[in-house]
Nanobody, 123 residues
Framework: QVQLVESGGGLVQAGGSLRLSCVAS????????MGWFRQAPGKDREFVTT???????DYENSVKGRFSISRDNAKNTVYLQMNSLKPEDTAVYYC?????????????????WGQGTQVTVSS
């Protein structure tokens, strides 16, 4: 049974920073891509960023230069460092484990999902 557990969400003022963590269990973590998605109220779930097994990354345009994804395979953990946060970043953030070694932007290519962590950015 694969489990993904996110943490690190919260309330922050615009311009502030948060670091999300996602700990994976029950799977060979290092061989698979990991991704972060988010869903704001009334909107579809959207891609934020992904990291492949060997560290290749991709970012949605609105977070480039502000967000950074990383992984520590020894700890089975993926991180999302979020800087210069904006009110439009407010959403529930989900960690996801990919089907293969390289990440994509499409939710259907991710097989396991965490429960989500709320990020709220006040103006």
């Amino acid at each position: 049974q694969v489990q993904l557990v996110e943490s690190g969400g919260g309330l922050v003022q615009a311009g502030g920073s948060l670091r999300l963590s996602c700990v994976a269990s029950g799977r060979t973590f290092s061989s698979y891509a990991m991704g972060w998605f988010r869903q704001a109220p009334g909107k579809d779930r959207e891609f934020v960023t992904t990291i492949s097994w060997n560290g290749l990354t991709d970012y949605e345009n609105s977070v480039k230069g502000r967000f950074s994804i990383s992984r520590d395979n020894a700890k089975n953990t993926v991180y999302l460092q979020m800087n210069s946060l904006k009110p439009e970043d407010t959403a529930v953030y989900y960690c996801a484990a990919g089907r293969g070694s390289y990440g994509t932007r499409w939710p259907d290519n991710y097989v396991h999902w965490g429960q989500g962590t709320q990020v709220t950015v006040s103006s």
